[in-house]
Nanobody, 131 residues
């Protein structure tokens, strides 16, 4: 059974930091793209960031560029999202998902399921940023 477990969320004041982790079991991240998404109440899910474990390329939505950093530890089969300078508008449930195809198209960030007959999502972790 494949499981992606996102953790590290919490309540933080604006300007603070959090580090999210996404640990996988039953699925090897190596060679695939892994993405972070978020969904705020009443809003559609949006892509936040993605990393290609093949070459460690990283991609970010404009809303988080310069504040968030995605990284991976393939040996631990874990992907991280370091979130700095958090804003109230970052409040959402954050999910990790794999495998993803991600990058920039016409300057816009995208992350879509890569296929391969696989589409795995974690249960999410709540991030709340108070003003």
């Amino acid at each position: 059974e494949v499981q992606l477990q996102a953790s590290g969320g919490g309540l933080v004041q604006a300007g603070g930091s959090l580090r999210l982790s996404c640990a996988a079991s039953g699925f090897n991240f190596d060679g695939y793209g892994i993405g972070w998404f978020r969904q705020a109440p009443g809003k559609e899910r949006e892509g936040v960031s993605c990393i290609s474990s093949r070459d460690a390329s990283t991609y970010y939505a404009d809303s988080v560029k310069g504040r968030f950093t995605i990284s991976s530890d393939i040996a631990k089969n874990t992907v991280y999202l370091q979130m700095n300078s958090l804003k109230p508008e970052d409040t959402a449930v954050y999910y990790c998902a794999a495998p993803m195809s991600c990058g920039y198209y016409n300057g816009n960030y995208y992350a879509i399921p890569a296929g391969y007959g696989m589409d795995y999502w974690g249960k999410g972790t709540q991030v709340t940023v108070s003003s």
